[in-house]
């Protein structure tokens, strides 16, 4: 799934992932937030409507990084003021691990990208944060692992992944998801280990 894949998502139309709204239990998680000044990443971001959230809420560190440019310029159409150094344009796995995040957000792109790449999935987002740095958000309910997105998978490998480089802290189903998701997805909340 290279970026002319993703962009033609875009430009066709063919977006059955997308909520149209911030999610409703990133919402909930984000309304519980103190610190303002958190430094947020959101990988795959797609239409971002979680970064526009959190950025019409004061999160003003808040950058997304999508392979395809069209969903980040539409953010930009949609908010503006977004920084554009905030929506960054590239693949997640060539990020620099120089800049650090305190918080990354997940919504349907870890189960958006090729399940050969989630273990360097997962080193990237442990390089990418803070000491105590946190990834939280909504992975898929245990689903067969498939040929196309989304890829799927369960809970048996999401913590065989996960464990080694992060302290679970919430592995839940998740109870408040949009009503087309009900039933379908975990909440994790994981934070960086030492
Ligand atoms: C299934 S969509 C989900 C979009 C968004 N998270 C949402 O919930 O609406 C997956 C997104 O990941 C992006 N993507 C896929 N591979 C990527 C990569 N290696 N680096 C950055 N973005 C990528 C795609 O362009 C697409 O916007």
Known sequence: ????????????????????????PIKVFVDKLINKKLKILIPGSGYGYEAEYLFLNGYLN??????????????????????????????????????????????????AINPKLREQYVKMCYSLLNNGGRIVGLLFYDIPLKEDPPFGGDKFEYLKLFEPFFEILIFEKCMNSHSSRMGKEYWIEFTKRA
């Open 1 to 24: 799934m290279n970026k002319q894949y993703w962009s033609n998502r875009y430009i066709q139309n063919t977006t059955g992932w997308d909520l149209g709204k911030v999610s409703p």
């Open 62 to 111: 808040t950058s997304v990084v999508d392979l395809a440019k069209e969903p980040l310029q539409n953010i930009k159409k949609r908010v503006a003021n977004f920084p554009e150094k905030q929506l960054i344009e590239a693949n997640f796995f060539n990020l620099s691990k120089n800049q650090k995040f305190d918080l990354i957000i997940e919504q349907t792109f870890f189960c």
